[in-house]
């Protein structure tokens, strides 16, 4: 398994996690995962996208834990994928809803990165 040493949310994500902290609901979309590395200049922090997506993944696991973490998780089937590629990107997308509707636009809200650590 890739070592993703290189991960963080990222600054969409916080204004994102801004809405819910007035009463926006946060919807994990979708979970993407690439063969890129962070381009020079960038941080996993400022990324705004997956550099080089190979596969994005439904998301059919969500666990929060008492420490105040949460584990979203897909799976993943190579079976649609014809070219190989380093598991060098992962990513978690994510909106958020309020009450009446009102939806803010999807964003890259996490990004992680295993540089010369992918498999």
């Known amino acids: 398994m890739a070592n993703f040493q ?5 600054e969409n994500g916080i204004v994102l996690k801004s809405h819910v902290d007035v009463g926006a609901v946060f ?11 962070i381009p020079t200049g960038k941080t996993a922090k400022t990324m705004t996208s997956v550099v080089s ?12 834990f008492p420490d105040g ?3 979203f998780g897909g799976a993943y089937t190579n079976e649609d994928v014809t070219t190989e590629f380093y598991f060098r990107e992962l990513a978690l997308y994510a ?8 939806e803010v636009p999807e964003v890259l ?3 992680c990165n295993a540089a010369g650590g992918a498999e």
């Open 69 to 71: 973490k949460v584990i």
């Open 27 to 37: 919807t994990a979309t979708r979970i993407v995962i690439g063969s890129g590395y």
């Open 6 to 10: 290189i991960n963080a949310v990222t």
């Open 109 to 111: 809200y996490c990004y």
């Open 95 to 102: 909106k958020a809803v309020y009450p009446d509707g009102t």
């Open 53 to 64: 997506p190979v596969k994005e993944l439904v998301i059919n696991k969500k666990e929060r």
